[in-house]
């Protein structure tokens, strides 16, 4: 195994990613402390020095001095549930509770190793956390997808589970090099309700279905054992799985860092109805239908309590209505978060142990802090000891979690993976996966006159104009909870493949003077086009970091519009963002004739933007999240959680669901092609009887002023009923240009006319299809009554209203709609 002195120490970026910013700043002692492994006595543990792939191998037991045979927690014969008892039984409440922190000691006495939980796969394999997973020797990188708001753009659910199962392939390769454990704090799946939030770039944008069908495809693609035994069937709590997954941050956690209000102190003030239809809805989706194997809670507080402690949100929901076959982990320093930054209740450090665990919390992450460790190890026994909880719930909290590693293998290794090793990381087709997710989530903002594709048979030269960090991108591309990549392919590579091309970085103020300007008139006049790369970084928007507007920094603009104003052609400009940028000056400047969204297109992104900008790729991804005007920011706060516009404020709604002001620059959705579609379908409407029977509810619902008669029963709760309602119909979705192309078709429903507070319209499925061109495809459609057409109500039941509803199929660019008319029959 890897001698130590080769070991990546884990960086102090990774405790600034998890949010000890002031003491790393304000205590080096400390960030050393963690640096060096903590002040606990113990030498390095975890995958370091592990020597074995499996727990429950007699020969492991032999060299530590002990017979396997006497521990029946290492009998595959015996159910899990059996064996994991056996495991708990055999601690003492101190075994136990070195146990229940992400540091995980093990328990050498009964042959238990320790085990370091942290691990970060947000977009391909990381090296953010304790160590537990490092590169270096035989590893020195793992395929770095693009970022998740790229891959998300694409619309295509099948990349989503393909990116998935190649990151879990890498994490088993890796696993059996000793250089990966084989539990993942991914993905992120809050909703980006504020243009502002610094996380954009982790999450798949706004809409709460969108982010949903992410995870799901994400979480199985992480999970699912190939063929077999990963599939549906059998006892969900015992079904094996590949890499375990976690979706995070529950709850109603998207502010970081705007002025005064940070994410350890903010208390979001959220309600119910937005609870259920944007805040957990895709968390919901994670677990029951991507059966992921865990939940983190988040740092913040809702109404009140905080997210780790909330009985509610952990036991109630999460465990109990949702059936989480898994374990709940905290944020790093979530539980030390409510005593140092929240005070809540001016809680102790046991009182806080003690009301995360019986909210449901089983394992506690915690950073290093001046030698402390997490709050759960801390103060577990004490928490035992003063009776303010049971010794079971510490068992309880640890059944949870050895279940998890019993069904990855951890004890009884997993056949299907053991053979992975180092020709299975970095691989081409991984490679080539992270160049087709770039290509497929570029989104095509604006093409005026066909300006691109750029046809290399007459573009022979190229100046390619921006901040070197953007032309010639080795950092910018990767995002956060980044790995070492298997190599970068700049957008400069990518680009000089296709034509001769002379780069023009801006830094240090270059292109602001007029001589830069004038220097910039000279090229652009001695090339056959002028492509322009410019956007945000990670010094804009990141974790603890939220934007403070929607503008271009560093002075872009205006050299922007200079370049743009010199060249004799109009220029080409590429944007790297996660959030939207107020680009109007472009979408208005007719000398700037094309803008593509690139996104954070990940190590092979170079090759995908040169890719689309020559035409040898068709764009088809969308926006998925609202590319607003700047205005917009002076309109509302960014700590005001409410998605519906707020009148007595006077601030607008949030997100396409809910916002109909006049400042949108693209809309969610959004997304230009090289060639154009048409729609066609034989279904001109629907209708839909539903006989509500005498145990099934009706609901009042809000209507709108002037609503004449409402009809006798409003609504159906969809909790009461057995929703086997659905509408079928299918869309012939045409290519009637020349170059052969990807076409997301987005499905949305919009509520009854007359219904009040409701969204504008929802979306409830998508289906991104290839069309060649001339051809058609039928792409058909299934809309469960009950999912689909369903709206929130005031008091937070879901429920499908009567009357008639619309769906609406596509955008501007091409659209069509239909009536449905729902009719509960009572
Ligand atoms: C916390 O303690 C302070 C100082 O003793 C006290 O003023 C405050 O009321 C306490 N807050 C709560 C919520 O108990
Ligand atoms: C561009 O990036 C490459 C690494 O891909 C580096 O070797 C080269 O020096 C960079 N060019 C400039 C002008 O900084
Ligand atoms: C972002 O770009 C600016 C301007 O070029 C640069 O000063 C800064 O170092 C960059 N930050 C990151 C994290 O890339
Ligand atoms: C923007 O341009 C102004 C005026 O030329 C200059 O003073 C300033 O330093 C520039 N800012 C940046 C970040 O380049
Ligand atoms: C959709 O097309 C399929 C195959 O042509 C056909 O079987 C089905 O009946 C059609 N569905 C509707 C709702 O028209
Ligand atoms: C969706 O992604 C998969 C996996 O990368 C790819 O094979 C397929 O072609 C994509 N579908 C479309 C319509 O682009």
């Not at 595959?76 to 995980?104: C, F, I, Q, T, W």
């Not at 934007?547 to 920094?553: G, N």
């Not at 051809?775 to 008639?804: H, M, Q, R, W």
């Amino acid at each position: 195994m890897a001698p130590a002195s080769s070991r990546r120490r884990p960086s102090v970026m990774a405790a600034l990613l998890c949010g000890i910013v002031a003491a790393a700043a304000s205590s080096p002692a400390a960030a050393a402390a963690a640096a060096a492994g903590g002040s606990s006595g113990r030498g390095p543990i975890g995958t370091n020095g592990r020597n074995y792939t499996k727990v429950c191998d007699p020969a492991r037991f032999a060299a530590l001095g002990l017979a396997m045979s006497a521990f029946p927690y290492c009998d595959a014969s015996l159910p899990y549930g059996a064996r994991v008892r056996d495991l708990v039984g055999r601690l003492a409440l101190e075994e136990k509770v070195r146990n229940l922190g992400d540091r995980a000691e093990g328990a050498p006495r009964v042959g238990l190793p320790p085990y370091l939980w942290w691990g970060e796969a947000l977009h391909g394999v990381s090296d953010v956390g304790p160590g537990g997973t490092w590169f270096g020797d035989v590893v020195p990188g793992a395929t770095s997808f693009p970022l998740v708001i790229t891959t998300a753009a694409a619309f295509n659910e099948t990349l989503w589970r393909a990116v998935g199962g190649a990151v879990s392939t890498e994490v088993r390769a890796m696993y059996n090099l000793g250089h990966a454990e084989l539990t993942y704090w991914s993905p992120n799946i809050n909703v980006v309700r504020d243009p502002r939030w610094g996380r954009a770039s982790e999450t798949p944008g706004e809409d709460p279905f969108l982010v949903g069908r992410y995870a799901v495809n994400f979480v199985r693609g992480m999970q699912d054992v190939d063929g077999g035994a990963g599939g549906a069937g059998g006892d969900p709590f015992t079904r094996p799985i590949k890499v375990s997954s976690c979706c995070k941050h529950f709850a109603a956690y998207d502010v970081d860092a705007w002025f005064n209000a940070d994410r350890f102190t903010f208390d979001a003030n959220v309600q119910e109805r937005d609870m259920i239809e944007t805040f957990e809805r895709p968390f919901e989706m994670c677990i029951r239908d991507g059966d992921a194997s865990c939940v983190m809670c988040s740092y913040n507080r809702v109404n009140g309590i905080p997210a780790c402690a909330d009985h509610r949100l952990l036991r109630e929901t999460v465990r109990d209505q949702w059936q989480l076959h898994g374990y709940i982990v905290s944020d790093c320093d979530s539980v030390r978060v409510m005593v140092r930054d929240a005070k809540w209740l001016n809680f102790t450090g046991v009182d806080a142990t003690a009301a995360a665990m019986k909210a449901g919390l089983d394992l506690d992450c915690g950073m290093f802090w001046e030698g402390a460790r997490d709050f759960f190890t801390t103060y577990g026994v004490d928490a035992v000891r003063q009776g303010k909880i049971r010794e079971a719930d510490v068992d309880n909290a640890l059944s949870n979690v050895y279940l998890t590693l019993m069904r990855l293998g951890f004890f009884d290794g997993m056949p299907e993976y053991e053979s992975l090793g180092v020709n299975d990381i970095c691989t081409d087709e991984h490679k080539e996966l992270a160049a087709d997710a770039a290509r497929q989530g570029m989104v095509l903002l604006k093409n005026d006159a066909g300006r691109l594709p750029l046809d290399p048979s007459k573009i022979k030269s190229v100046a390619l104009v921006g901040l070197l960090g953007h032309i010639n991108a080795t950092d910018v591309m990767l995002g956060d909870y980044r790995g070492t990549p298997c190599r970068v392919v700049t957008p400069y590579d990518g680009i000089r493949k296709m034509a001769a091309t002379s780069m023009h970085a801006c830094d240090n103020g270059r292109c602001d003077t007029a001589a830069g300007m004038g220097i910039g008139a000279v090229v652009t006049n001695t090339v056959d086009a002028t492509i322009v790369i410019a956007g945000l970084n990670m010094s804009v928007e990141r974790e603890s970091n939220d934007r403070e507007d929607l503008l271009l920094p560093w002075n872009q603009t205006r050299w922007i519009n200079a370049v743009a104003e010199a060249s004799p052609s109009p220029i080409v400009l590429v944007i790297m963002s996660a959030g939207g940028v107020d680009v109007s000056f472009a979408q208005n400047n007719p000398k700037i004739g094309a803008i593509v969204w690139a996104g954070y297109p990940g190590e092979e992104g170079g090759t995908a933007i040169a890719d689309v900008l020559f035409g040898k790729y068709n764009p088809g991804g969308r926006l998925p999240l609202t590319w607003y005007k700047n205005e917009y920011v002076n309109q509302i706060p960014m700590t005001s959680m409410a998605l519906r516009a707020d009148g007595k404020h006077g601030y607008p709604g949030r997100t396409y669901k809910f916002y109909s002001g006049a400042d949108v620059l693209y809309p969610f959705g959004h997304g230009l092609s090289y060639t154009s579609f048409t729609y066609a379908s034989s279904t001109t409407g629907a209708s839909v009887t539903i006989p509500i029977r005498a145990w099934e509810h009706c609901r009042a619902l809000t209507y709108k002023p002037g609503t004449s008669s409402p009809p006798a029963c409003p609504a159906v709760d969809v909790a009461g009923h057995r929703c086997d309602e659905a509408v079928s119909f299918n869309l012939t979705v045409a290519n009637a240009g020349a170059a052969a192309g990807d076409h997301v078709v987005a499905v949305y429903t919009a509520p009854p006319p007359e219904v009040g507070d409701a969204p504008l319209k929802q979306l409830v499925a998508f289906q991104r299809v290839s069309v060649p061109a001339g051809a058609a495809v039928d792409v058909p459609f299934t809309l469960n009554v009950c999912k689909a057409f369903a709206i929130v109500e005031e008091t937070a039941y879901t429920v499908v209203p009567s009357g008639v509803s619309t769906v609406l199929i596509g955008d501007d660019a091409v659209s069509l709609s239909f009536p449905v008319k729902i009719d509960l029959a009572v």
